[in-house]
């Protein structure tokens, strides 16, 4: 995504953070994420709404969106913002909101590796990620990884002290 041209650093870990939110909002589940020149696809299956469920209404509903880099740029904007006034409609670490506490791990991940052309897929809380990996010289290979859901819970509860001794100035 061209938001990362010419940044000193990539920050996945925040934009997959918010897009993870925005999934859990939207409650959906079995994701399928894939990065695009100016921006995202946005792919899962759509939980019924909470007290919605009557005869035949609680199917899953297969929901696409193109999330464009001005949208991401103004979510990851807004979520900080209510992180930072500790607005209590913004869940902490908890199952509620496991695709924001799951990307936003993957999100780090992917920082580590200097990685782009981001591809996952999620089924049941585990993820395969393909990303592509340019070297000094300019070699491109693609990076395979796979996450167990014990995998990422597991990194979700980690994430806190590896923040704290990394870089102080990152918000909860």
Request: proline share 3%.
């Amino acid at each position: 995504m061209r938001i990362y041209d010419g940044s000193p650093r990539q920050d996945w870990e925040e934009v997959l953070r918010t897009v993870g939110a925005f999934a859990d909002g939207e409650r959906l589940k079995e994701l399928l994420f894939l990065e695009l020149e100016a921006g995202f696809v946005l792919q899962g299956l759509a939980l019924p709404t909470q007290g919605a469920y009557a005869e035949g209404s609680g199917s899953l509903k297969k929901r696409t969106y193109e999330l464009i880099e001005d949208q991401i740029g103004q979510l990851v904007d807004e979520r900080a913002a209510a992180r930072r006034s500790g607005d209590p409609t913004v869940p902490q670490a908890e199952i509620g909101n496991y695709y924001e506490q799951a990307l936003r791990v993957l999100g780090a991940y992917v920082d580590t590796l200097h990685a782009r052309d981001l591809f996952f897929f999620e089924q049941d809380g585990s993820f395969v990620l393909r990303t592509l990996l340019v070297d000094q010289a300019g070699m491109v290979a693609h990076n395979l990884a796979e996450f167990t859901r014990e995998e990422i819970m597991g990194m979700i509860a980690t994430a806190p002290q590896q923040r704290s001794t990394t870089s102080p100035a990152t918000d909860g």
